[in-house]
Structure formats: C-alpha cells, structure tokens
C-alpha cells in the first residue's frame, strides 16, 4: 500500500485559515469517510484532531475542520494560533482492512 | 481512562528480533484494536499492524513476512516482535489503541526508542 500524499509544509500567520490536503485513491480516503487527522508536537505522541473525516472528539477547538472530495480529503484550521505549529498527519482505512498514513504535512506559524 | 506504557530493550543488534511489551491499565483490553505504528527519526507514521484481542491480526504489507502482533488478555498485555532487523528497523514505537467505533487512534503510548546497532 503506498501512503498517503501531504504536502510537505504549509504556513500561515496568526489569525488566518490554511488548508492540508491529504490525496489517495478509491482503496483508501475515496472509498470510506474513515479519514483521521492527527497532530504531533516535537517529541510528543501524536493526538487525534478529527476523526470520520469530519467528527472532531471531546476536546478538540473548533478552529479544526474536516472535509473530503472524491479521493482528497482536507484539514483546515481557522483564526491559526502559535500552538498549532506542529506536523499533521492523515490516516485512511482501506479496503484491505489496513490503514494507511500520510507522509506529514509541517505547519509553521509565521 | 486508559493508558498505555510500551516496554523493552532499547538496543537491538542487527539481525536479531525486536520485541516490546505494551501495558494496557485503566481499562479493558477488549475495547480497542491493539496497534502499533513506528516512526523513524525526522520522518513520518508507518502503521505496522493491529489486532483484536479475539480476531486475527492485519499487518502492513510491507511488514508482514517479519512481524508478529499478540494479545495476553491475562496480563492486559499486548506485544510486537520484529525479526532479522536491520538500521531501517530503527525508530520511536508507539503502541496505540484503535478505536473501532470512531475508526482511528485516539489512544497513544508514549512511544519508546529503539535503535538498531552492532
């Protein structure tokens, strides 16, 4: 399975929205609304953002969203703070029963 | 609430088997897939399989001729062995709960270190 496709980086001021996009096929991210979205802070375990393509759990700002089109799915962070300077990770299960990550998109804050 | 603590040798010698402990505490083993994802120093996640403690396991493919995922339900255990292990073998292990009804990881060990040299 090959893993998911991220931009490398993204960057955004504080205050504005940016966009990550996360790109499979019909196997994985087109094929189920099971599309994850995970944010890991320097030496820190990943911490799960969204869920369901769009669920956001208990806890979770609601300056996070999740969206997907086709085989493409997106996380969007609006009114952007320094906190969410971190890597960001999406994760699709596939119709092998497996899940697949993303290569990680790093997000500055300028 | 649940929790989980990876244990093991921090050192392993090419070739040999990698194995580490996960200790599931504040709940029951049979609310989660029991996962385990690695990540290589400045790279990214690299699931590497789960299991139900009642069902079979699935492995990445890329994984699968080297791995094994088990569950101790006795001990609220669950465990990774890695075979003939090589430098790429080196990374930061997570043991991580999959949580069925939201399909995705929302419990996450610490994660443990584990390189990979003669």
């Known amino acids: 399975q090959s893993a998911l496709t991220q931009p490398a980086s993204v960057s955004g001021s504080p205050g504005q929205s940016i966009t990550i996009s996360c790109t499979g096929t019909s196997s994985d991210v087109g094929g189920y609304n099971y599309v994850s979205w995970y944010q890991q802070h320097p030496g820190k375990a990943p911490k799960l953002m969204i869920y369901?393509?769009?669920n956001r759990p208990s806890g979770v700002s609601n300056r996070f969203s999740g969206s997907k089109s086709g085989n493409t799915a997106s996380l969007t962070i609006s009114g952007l703070q320094a906190e969410d300077e971190a890597d960001y990770y999406c994760c699709s299960y596939t119709s092998s029963t497996t899940v697949v990550f993303g290569g990680g998109t790093k997000l500055t804050v300028l | 609430q649940v929790q989980l603590q990876e244990s093991g040798p921090g050192l392993v010698k090419p070739s040999e088997t990698l194995s580490l402990t996960c200790t599931v505490s504040?709940?029951?083993?049979?609310?989660?897939?029991w996962s385990w994802i690695r990540q290589p120093p400045g790279k990214g996640l690299e699931w590497m399989g789960y299991m139900y403690y009642s069902g079979s396991p699935d492995y990445n493919p890329s994984l699968k001729s080297r791995i094994t995922i088990s569950v101790d339900t006795s001990k609220n255990q669950f465990s990774l062995k890695v075979n003939s292990v090589t430098a790429a073998d080196t990374a930061v292990y997570y043991c991580v709960g999959w949580n069925y009804a939201l399909r995705a990881f929302d419990i996450w060990g610490q994660g443990t270190m584990v390189t990979v040299s003669s």
């Open positions: 369901d393509v769009s």
């Open positions: 504040g709940g029951s083993i049979s609310s989660y897939y």
